[in-house]
Antibody, heavy 120, light 111 residues
Framework: QVQLQESGPGLVKPSQTLSLTCTVS??????????WSWIRQHPGKGLEWIGY???????YYNPSLKSRVTISVDTSKNQFSLKLSSVTAADTAVYYC????????????WGQGTLVTVSS | QSALTQPASVSGSPGQSITISCTGT?????????VSWYQQHPGKAPKLMIY???NRPSGVSNRFSGSKSGNTASLTISGLQAEDEADYYC???????????FGGGTKLTVL
């Protein structure tokens, strides 16, 4: 059973960089066949896809966030990470990591989510 | 404002059937068979219930079914149970550069 677990600071100051890591267990990122995504949910709101990475390192980002987002992968640790720069209060959200099958467009496994609050 | 339109809330009594709609455009729902549905209980991560319009992942009850007509996809839950009370989100691939779009979510109340 594949499991994903987000980790990182729960509080980030405005203008700083939000950094989160997703650790994958029960499956290897480097085996291919899946893309690894970050998705966020603002408090009481719907879902917003942030971007994804493939094990090779190729990425695709939501154009609305592209200028501030970097997603990277560390296959040796079976982890992938999110960096979101120049954060504001509008970036306060629950951040999820999720897996999706290559060639299709859904997310079959999700992490439990982590709340990141942007506040001074 | 979400790219896909869902009703804010629906309700039904135990044993009844309900349908949640998800309306998009020909650039997303209507153009591709890549609609998925997620169930989210309070404080929990979303759970995949339907993918590719009408496919159920292993372990998901056959009380959940999906369909699509034109630019509108639908999730039907039959034999409503108390445990079905949750928020439901639809999602679709989109030909726009956004790649994925989500609905705003529908709160299902089991009366």
């Amino acid at each position: 059973q594949v499991q994903l677990q987000e980790s990182g600071p729960g509080l980030v100051k405005p203008s700083q960089t939000l950094s989160l890591t997703c650790t994958v267990s029960g499956g290897s990122i480097s085996s291919g066949g899946y893309y690894w995504s970050w998705i966020r949910q603002h408090p009481g709101k719907g879902l917003e896809w942030i971007g994804y990475i493939y094990y090779s390192g190729s990425t695709y980002y939501n154009p609305s966030l592209k200028s501030r987002v970097t997603i990277s992968v560390d296959t040796s640790k079976n982890q992938f990470s999110l960096k979101l720069s120049s954060v504001t209060a509008a970036d306060t959200a629950v951040y999820y990591c999720a897996r999706g099958p290559l060639g299709d467009y859904y997310f079959d496994y999700w992490g439990q989510g982590t709340l990141v609050t942007v506040s001074s | 404002q979400s790219a896909l339109t869902q009703p804010a809330s629906v309700s039904g009594s135990p044993g009844q059937s309900i349908t949640i709609s998800c309306t998009g455009t020909s650039s997303d729902v209507g153009g591709y068979n890549y609609v998925s549905w997620y169930q989210q209980h309070p404080g929990k991560a979303p759970k995949l219930m339907i993918y590719d319009v009408s496919n159920r992942p292993s372990g998901v009850s056959n009380r959940f079914s999906g369909s699509k007509s034109g630019n509108t996809a639908s999730l039907t839950i039959s034999g409503l149970q108390a445990e079905d009370e949750a928020d439901y989100y639809c999602s679709s691939y989109t030909s726009s550069s956004t790649h994925w779009v989500f609905g705003g979510g529908t709160k299902l109340t089991v009366l």
